[in-house]
C-alpha cells in the first residue's frame, strides 16, 4: 500500500514543496498468505464474496432466516471464502519449490472422506424428511463422523506443509472447504429437528459432536491464519481446561463434562453460535459492508485530507493529524492494528520529518490507532457486542461512550502537544497541506456517518441505520469525483466479503472460549474471587480485573478481547456491586488498550514495522502516550456521571475537572506544563491530576487549587506562550 504525495493543479508548490494528497488510504493491504487470483479463480471467488454480502443484506432486511440457521450459513460461508483466500503456510516463488506431487496426490486422497460426508449429510436429510426421528448412531460414526474428522485433520496437517505459488489453491484448502460445508449441512438438517432440544444431554445425537469438534478444528485454523496464533492457544488452554479441570486444585476445579456433552452443546447459542457470532452476523457484517461503501466512494482518503487541512500546521502537525485521522478512520475500521497500518503508513514518516523520533512517531499513532475502538458511533465494534451481552440498547452505549473518548484523545493530544513544545518542533507549512477551502466543498461526504448517527438516534434499529447509511454512501459518490456504479458496488460487496473473513473467525473463536466458560462455570468462580478480593479492598478487586482484562486481551483483536474478558471478568464485577455499564466498559476499555500494552501489544508492532523503531521500544512509549486510558475506567467507578450516569450538573463537573485532571497528567508525562517542570513540580502535577481524576467534590477544589497555582507560577516564568526560543524560531 503506498501513499504518494501528489502535486495539485490548484495550488503549485513553491520551493519545490510538493504538498500532500492522499489517496489509496483505505485500500487494504495484502497479506503475507492472501492468494491473489486471476481468471477463472478470481470470477469464482469474486461472486462468492458478493453473494455472502448479498446474502446478509437480505436476510437482515428482507428475508429473515431462523436464528440458529443463518449463524450456521454465515459461518460456513467465511470457513469457504476464507480457506480459498487464505494459505496455511508461505507461498512457493517459483515452481520448483513447490509441494512434491505426492502431497498433492493425498491431498485429492482426503477430498473422498469429505465429499462422502458431504454426501451423507444430504442422504440424512432425506430420511429426516421423510419422518426418521433420527439416524443410527453406527451411520452417523461410520458414514459421517470418522470420515469428517479424518479430512478436516488431514487437511489442517497437509495444509500446513503444502506449498503452492500465490495464484493457485491448494487441494488441501479444498478438503477444508468441503469439511466446513458438511459440518454446516449436518448441523442445518439436525437444528432444524425436534433434535435440537437434546444439546448438552446424554440423548444428543454423537454427530452434533463430530460435527462440532471438525467445526471447531476448522475455526481454530482459520483463526490462526488471519488473526495469528494467539487467540488459538488461548482457546487451546480453555478447551484443555474442560478436560483437566476436574484434576485441578482450589476454585479452579469443577466436575467435568464428557467429550459428547460438552462438544454438543458448544456449537449452540451457548457458544460457538452464541453473542459473539450473534453480533459478527448481525452489526459487523453490516459495518464492514458501510466501511466497504464509504472505501469505494474514498471517504478514507477525504478524512485523512481533511485531518491535514485541519490540524497539519499546528506544532507538530503530523502527529496532530494522526490523532484525527485515527479517530475518523477508527469509526470505519475495526481493529486498532489495520488502523495503524491504513493511517500510520503516511503519518509516521512525516512525523519523524517535522523532529519525532522513529520511537514516538509509532507511538503516537499506535496510541491515536488504538483510540478507534473506542471512538462513538461505531466504536470498532465491541459497543455492539456490549449491547448484545448486556442488554443495553446501543444508542445508550454510544452516549456513555462519548466523554472517555475525548478525554483519551484529548489526553493524546496533551501529549503531542507538550513533547512539540519541548522540542521546539514546527508544523508543517501551508503549501505542504491540502486547501482547507477545496476539501470543505466536499464536506457532504461526512454524509453517511452523520446520516448513521441521526438515524441511531432518531429510533432506528442497528440494522435499519446501518443499511441507511451504506445506501447513502453509495448516494453521496455520485456527487464526487468517485462516483460508485453497479461495477464499483459490486466490488465494494465483493471487498466487504473478503474484509469480513477476519472478524467472523475471530468472534467464531471467541465464541468457542466464551462456551468453555458458560459450561464449566469457570466465570462464575473468577466473579467468587473478586468477591473475596472485594471484601479486603475494592480498588484492589478492580486492579486484579484490569490485569486479567489486559493479559485475555494480549495478541487478540478488539472484539475477541472484548468478549473473553466479558465472560470472565464482568460478571464478577458486577457482584460486587458495580453497575453493568460501568462494569462492561471498565472490561471494554482494557481489552482495547491491549493492544498497546507490553510484552504484546498488536498495534504498537505494527507501528514499529512503519517506524523502523524496535517493537519493545515502542510499546512501552505507546503506553505511556495512551497512560490515560489506564486511568480513565478506574473513574467509571468513582465517577458514574463519566459515562452520563446522573444530573446534567454532576456529569458537567465531572467533565470539566476529569477534562484538566488528564491536561495535567500529561504534563507529569511530558514534563511540560507552559514551560519546563522540575522533578517536586511534576509530583505536585500528579497529586493535582489525580484528585482531579477521582471525581469527588474536595478533591476536585483540591486539585483545581494545585492545577491553578502551577499555571500561575509557569505563566510567570515562562511568559504566555510558554515555548522557548527554539520552538518559536521553528
Not at 45 to 50: D, E, H, P, T
Not at 152 to 172: F, H, K, M, N
Not at 603 to 622: L, Q
Amino acid at each position: 500500500m503506498s501513499h504518494t504525495p501528489e502535486s495539485r493543479d490548484d495550488a503549485p508548490a513553491e520551493g519545490g514543496v510538493q504538498p500532500i494528497n492522499v489517496e489509496g488510504v483505505d485500500e487494504a493491504a495484502v497479506e503475507s498468505n492472501r492468494r491473489l487470483y486471476s481468471g477463472w479463480q478470481w470470477l469464482l471467488f469474486g461472486i462468492l464474496a458478493v453473494a455472502y454480502s448479498l446474502f446478509h443484506l437480505v436476510s437482515l432486511n428482507v428475508f429473515p432466516l431462523e436464528t440458529w440457521s443463518f449463524r450456521i450459513v454465515h459461518i460456513a460461508g467465511a470457513l469457504v471464502l476464507g480457506y480459498g483466500l487464505y494459505a496455511g503456510t508461505q507461498f512457493a516463488d517459483n515452481d520448483r519449490q513447490r509441494s512434491a506431487a505426492w502431497m498433492a496426490w493425498l491431498s485429492y486422497a482426503m477430498l473422498i472422506p469429505a465429499l462422502y460426508a458431504l454426501v451423507r449429510v444430504v442422504m440424512m436429510y432425506q430420511e429426516m424428511s421423510a419422518g426418521a426421528m433420527r439416524i443410527a448412531p453406527e451411520i452417523e460414526a461410520w458414514h459421517f463422523g470418522y470420515p469428517l474428522i479424518l479430512a478436516t485433520v488431514a487437511g489442517i496437517l497437509l495444509s500446513w506443509g503444502y506449498r503452492q505459488v500465490r495464484e493457485a489453491l491448494s487441494p488441501a484448502d479444498l478438503v477444508l472447504m468441503a469439511c466446513a460445508l458438511a459440518v454446516a449441512g449436518y448441523l442445518l438438517v439436525m437444528f432444524n429437528s425436534p433434535l435440537r432440544a437434546s444439546t448438552g444431554t446424554a440423548f444428543a445425537p454423537m454427530g452434533i459432536s463430530y460435527a462440532a469438534i471438525a467445526g471447531s478444528l476448522l475455526i481454530l485454523e482459520l483463526t490462526r491464519r488471519v488473526a495469528g496464533l494467539a487467540l488459538v492457544i488461548i482457546s487451546g488452554i480453555f478447551l484443555v481446561y474442560v478436560f483437566a479441570g476436574p484434576y485441578l486444585p482450589g476454585f479452579l476445579g469443577y466436575p467435568g463434562l464428557s467429550v459428547g456433552r460438552f462438544f454438543s452443546q458448544v456449537y449452540t447459542d451457548a457458544g460457538i453460535l452464541g453473542p459473539t457470532t450473534a453480533v459478527s452476523s448481525t452489526y459487523i457484517i453490516l459495518f464492514i459492508i458501510f466501511a466497504a461503501f464509504l472505501q469505494a466512494s474514498k471517504v478514507g482518503d477525504y478524512f485523512v485530507n481533511f485531518a491535514f487541512a485541519a490540524a497539519g500546521r499546528a506544532r507538530g502537525g503530523p502527529a496532530k493529524v494522526s490523532i484525527f485521522a485515527s479517530g475518523l478512520m477508527g469509526m470505519i475500521n475495526g481493529t486498532s492494528a489495520g488502523n495503524v497500518v491504513s493511517t500510520g503508513s503516511l503519518t509516521i514518516p512525516l512525523m519523524k520529518k517535522v523532529g519525532y523520533p522513529a520511537r514516538s512517531a509509532g507511538a503516537i499513532e499506535a496510541a491515536a490507532s488504538t483510540g478507534g475502538q473506542i471512538m462513538p458511533p461505531i466504536m470498532g465494534a465491541g459497543a455492539f457486542i456490549m449491547a448484545e451481552v448486556t442488554g443495553i440498547p446501543y444508542t445508550e452505549i454510544a452516549v456513555a461512550a462519548l466523554i472517555p473518548a475525548i478525554l483519551y484523545f484529548l489526553s493524546i493530544y496533551c501529549m503531542v502537544d507538550f513533547e512539540a513544545a519541548r522540542k521546539g518542533m514546527r508544523g508543517m507549512r501551508k503549501e505542504e497541506i491540502p486547501l482547507f477551502s477545496k476539501l470543505v466543498k466536499q464536506v457532504y461526504l461526512f454524509a453517511p456517518i452523520i446520516i448513521l448517527i441521526a438515524a441511531l438516534f432518531m429510533g432506528y434499529s442497528v440494522i435499519r441505520a446501518g443499511t441507511l447509511a451504506t445506501a447513502s454512501a453509495a448516494v453521496v459518490s455520485w456527487f464526487s469525483p468517485h462516483k460508485m456504479g453497479i461495477q464499483a458496488i459490486l466490488r465494494a460487496l465483493q471487498l466487504a466479503g473478503t474484509m469480513a473473513i477476519q472478524i467472523i473467525a475471530v468472534c467464531a473463536c471467541a465464541g468457542l472460549i466464551v462456551g468453555v466458560i458458560a459450561l464449566t462455570g469457570v466465570g462464575a468462580r473468577f466473579s467468587s474471587l473478586l468477591l473475596g478480593l472485594a471484601g479486603v479492598s475494592q480498588l484492589l478487586a478492580l486492579f486484579f480485573a484490569m490485569c486479567i482484562s489486559i493479559l485475555l486481551g494480549m495478541g487478540m483483536p478488539t472484539t475477541a478481547a472484548y468478549a473473553v474478558a466479558a465472560s470472565v471478568v464482568a460478571p464478577g464485577l458486577i457482584e460486587i456491586g458495580i453497575q453493568p455499564l460501568v462494569a462492561h466498559f471498565f472490561v471494554f476499555y482494557f481489552a482495547v488498550v491491549s493492544a498497546i500494552t507490553p510484552p504484546v501489544a498488536l498495534a504498537s508492532y505494527a507501528a514499529a514495522g512503519i517506524s523502523g523503531d524496535k517493537a519493545m521500544g515502542t510499546s512501552v512509549a505507546s503506553f505511556k502516550i495512551g497512560l490515560a486510558a489506564f486511568i480513565v475506567p478506574f473513574m467509571f467507578f468513582y465517577s458514574p456521571a463519566m459515562l452520563m450516569e446522573g444530573s446534567g450538573m454532576q456529569i458537567l463537573r465531572v467533565g470539566v475537572t476529569a477534562t484538566l485532571g488528564i491536561i495535567l497528567l500529561a504534563g507529569v508525562v511530558q514534563a511540560w506544563f507552559f514551560g519546563p517542570v522540575k522533578i517536586w513540580q511534576r509530583l505536585v502535577m500528579l497529586v493535582g491530576a489525580l484528585f482531579m481524576i477521582y471525581g469527588g467534590i474536595y478533591t476536585d477544589v483540591a486539585g483545581l487549587a494545585i492545577g491553578g497555582a502551577l499555571f500561575l507560577m509557569q505563566r510567570n516564568l515562562h511568559g504566555g506562550g510558554g515555548t522557548p526560543k527554539a520552538a518559536a524560531s521553528g
